[in-house]
């Protein structure tokens, strides 16, 4: 990352800036940093200034404990004071869920658009989410990052035999060392559903797409995101799963930017 900035608590937050034109703070979800996004600033930076951070405790981000989800909206608004003093918002999955909490507690946001927050839709995934959010507390207090990081992998619906080869492979060190900002994801979700009222206060525009070839609860969760929002709408991005392309994506935000 190319700045550094302080935010309110004194954690230094890495940023980069691509392109010219109205900032776009792009923010990252589960097991990713900043880096994850550059694909898609590069796509946006004909229009935008894209913006890239890594959030704390990722990256060339710093932490400090303890957390809490208001410390990483707080991070937010030092970004976007950074690059301007206002700027739109764009989050994927958890990120998405943060990128929300930041547009309703009144950061100058224009505009918040959200891709594939997993928000539970049913007693099932509420009780799933629930005993998740208790194992991987044990497994980060224990200081057993490698069951953190599997624990969330089979959150996402990874096979076993996929989990196995991913522990055996050159990346997983690096997942580990993320493993602790699974509980500020975490944390970001809420109680994992759909915040109807904290929506219902966000006073920009929301877009929450979702993909055509995701599951059809990813489908559903977005699609209630938009509902709840004052003024919300939905997308549906044909053949496109939770890992979005960033060259069919990006259209779509710029039309919702206003570019």
Known sequence: ?????LSRD????????TGQGPAVVLVSGAM????????????????FSAVVYDRRGRGGSGDTAPYAVERE???????IDAVGGEAALYGVSSGGAL??????SGLPVRQVAVYEPPYALDEHALRARAEYTRNLTEALEQGRRGDAVELFLRLTGLAPAMIA??????????MEALAPTLRYDDAAMGDG???????????????????????DWMREAARQVAEAAPQG????????????EPEVLAPVLAEFYGA
Request: proline share 7%.
């Open 1 to 5: 990352m190319d700045n550094k900035t």
């Open 10 to 17: 004194g954690t230094p937050l890495a940023h980069r800036r």
């Open 32 to 47: 990713s940093t900043g880096a994850t996004l550059a694909p898609l600033a590069a796509a946006l930076s004909d229009r």
């Open 73 to 79: 909206v707080e991070d937010l608004a030092t970004v």
């Open 99 to 104: 990128a929300l909490r930041a547009a309703a």
């Open 165 to 174: 080869n991913a522990r055996r492979s050159p990346m997983w060190a690096g």
């Open 193 to 215: 559903r759909v915040p109807r009222d904290l929506l219902a206060s966000v006073t920009v525009p929301v877009l929450a797409a979702a993909g055509g070839a995701s599951p």
């Open 233 to 244: 709408t939905f997308r549906v991005l044909q053949g496109q799963t939770h890992a979005v």
